[in-house]
């Protein structure tokens, strides 16, 4: 384990087996292009942004050990972070499937959303060999990165505070996905 006081990551902590298992399963799930909140659910007009596919991943028994997966590491990064967490929603399988396919500097929050609750634990699970990609690399905006070839190991996961701006560089060769998770919790204030 890598701790900052920003983040904390695990290297290679699911086994590449379980990691080829969420990708079989996911790639079962419907796909649809990528939206940000400030795009939308604009089908016309893609989000520069961003270019990614996403596929949702249900709140089912099917699913029921991958979501055990990211309810253990919140709770092991926000013994940590100490913010207040509530539930965490679907899991969204993410796919950079070719060249180009990015997602440009964010946060996770949707901050004018004063309802409900607020993304407090952002969390990202590798699921490909970085023998398969180039390109594609995440980064954090205004603090301290990790190891970037530990971020990019099989089966590495990272827990962040979702208000922390990150993104991940377009695709130069080969294609990754990420299984991507936000505990939520009260509104920050």
């Known amino acids: 384990m890598q701790q900052h006081p920003d983040w904390i990551m695990w290297e290679s902590a699911i086994t590449e087996e379980a990691c080829d298992e969420i990708v079989k399963a996911c790639l079962e799930l419907p796909s649809k292009n990528a939206t940000t909140f400030r795009s939308g659910e604009d089908p016309i007009h893609e989000d520069p942004n961003r270019k990614t596919q996403i ?10 050990w991958v979501n055990q ?4 590491y919140a709770h ?3 013994e940590y972070f100490n913010v207040d967490l509530s539930y965490i929603p679907e899991l969204q399988f993410t796919e950079y499937k070719d060249i180009g396919y990015h997602y440009g500097w964010h946060h996770d929050i949707d901050w004018p959303n004063q309802t409900g609750t607020h993304r407090k634990v952002s969390l990202v699970l590798q699921l490909t060999d970085p023998e398969e990609y180039e390109g594609g690399d995440f980064y954090f905006k205004h603090i301290e990165n990790p190891n970037g070839e530990a971020l990019k190991k099989k089966g590495t ?8 701006e990150h993104c991940v560089e377009a695709i130069t060769e080969g294609a990754r996905t990420s299984l991507v998770g936000w505990y939520r919790g009260p509104r920050w204030r």
């Open 55 to 64: 596929r949702w991943l249900p709140k089912t028994q099917e699913f029921d």
């Open 69 to 72: 997966i990211f309810e253990e």
């Open 76 to 78: 092991r990064a926000n």
């Open 157 to 164: 996961i990272i827990a962040f505070l979702s208000y922390h």
